[in-house]
C-alpha cells in the first residue's frame, strides 16, 4: 500500500489501508485516516490532519506554511474531512494565528487542478472548485458552493452556501447564498435555480428565494431595507434565512 520511494516519518500517524505513491513525502505531524489514496510526488507537511477516503493525487502540496509574511513558525494546522477528491497541483497552507490557527476543508468536495487554497481559510461540504480557482486567506465557503475555473476570491470574503461564480469571476466583495457571479469584476446575474432544483428545492421554495433575490438586488432598496423585507419574508419561508443570517455577518460587505 505504501510505495518504497515514500518518505513518511516514523512519528506520522497513518491508518493501515492508506496508500501512499512513490515518491511522496509526509511530516511527522501528519495524521491520515482510513482509506484515503496518496498519489505519487505529493508533500504533506506540518500539523495535518486528513480524514477517511480521501483521495489526494499527483504533485500536491499539502499543509505548507502560509504565505503569509506575518508567519513566524507558530505550529498551525490544516483539517480535511472524509469523502473529498483533491487534483493535481492543488496548494492547501495552514492556519496563521492572526486567522486562528487553522485551515479547515470539510467533506465531500471535489477539488480540480492547480486550486491554491490560502491560510485560514473554512470550507465546507459538497464544494465544487474548478481548475485554477484560488482563495486568498481566511475566505469561507458555504456548502454546495461552484467555483468556476480561474474563480479568484479576495481575502475575508464569503462566498454563501449554493453560490455560483462564472468562469474567471473576480470577487472582492461576499455572495450572498443562491446568488451567481459573473466577470471580471463580478456582478450578479441571479440565483443559482438550477443548482437548487439538482439538490431537491422544490419550485415554491425556488420562487422565495427568486423573491428574496429581487428584494435584494431588483428593487433599489437600501441594504437595511431590503434585509427588514428578507426577515419578514423568512418568517414564513425557512429558505430565506440563510440569506438574512450572511447579510447580517459579512464581513466585507456583499457584491450589489
Not at 512513490?22 to 489514496?37: E, L, P
Amino acid at each position: 500500500m505504501i510505495h518504497p520511494t515514500a518518505l513518511i516519518d516514523p512519528k506520522a500517524e497513518l491508518a493501515d489501508d492508506v496508500e501512499v505513491g512513490a515518491f511522496s513525502i509526509i511530516d511527522a505531524k501528519v495524521r491520515i485516516g482510513a482509506g484515503t489514496k496518496i498519489g505519487p510526488h505529493a508533500v504533506i507537511t506540518g500539523r495535518t490532519t486528513i480524514g477517511k477516503n480521501n483521495h489526494i493525487f499527483q504533485f500536491t502540496s499539502i499543509g505548507e506554511q502560509p504565505q503569509d509574511k506575518k508567519y513566524a513558525g507558530e505550529d498551525t494546522e490544516l483539517i480535511i474531512g472524509d469523502n473529498n477528491t483533491i487534483r493535481e497541483l492543488c496548494t492547501f497552507s495552514r492556519g496563521s494565528m492572526q486567522g486562528g490557527g487553522v485551515t479547515r476543508i470539510g467533506n465531500d468536495n471535489w477539488i480540480m487542478a492547480c486550486v491554491h487554497i490560502a491560510h485560514d481559510c473554512q470550507l465546507g461540504d459538497d464544494i465544487i472548485m474548478a481548475n485554477n480557482a484560488s482563495l486568498a486567506g481566511h475566505v469561507i465557503v458555504g456548502n454546495h458552493a461552484i467555483l468556476s475555473g480561474y474563480s479568484l476570491i479576495h481575502q475575508f470574503c464569503t462566498v454563501g452556501e449554493h453560490s455560483f461564480t462564472s468562469f474567471a469571476s473576480h470577487v472582492n466583495r461576499s455572495i450572498p447564498p443562491y446568488v451567481t457571479v459573473s466577470g471580471e469584476k463580478a456582478r450578479v446575474k441571479g440565483i443559482n435555480s438550477e443548482g437548487l432544483r439538482r439538490r431537491g428545492y422544490t419550485p415554491e421554495q425556488i420562487n422565495q428565494v427568486r423573491r428574496a433575490y429581487k428584494a435584494l438586488y431588483r428593487e433599489g432598496k437600501p441594504l437595511e431595507e431590503a434585509k427588514a423585507i428578507l426577515t419578514e419574508m423568512a418568517a414564513n419561508s425557512p429558505e430565506v434565512q440563510p440569506m438574512v443570517d450572511f447579510l447580517n455577518l459579512a464581513e466585507r460587505g456583499i457584491i450589489r
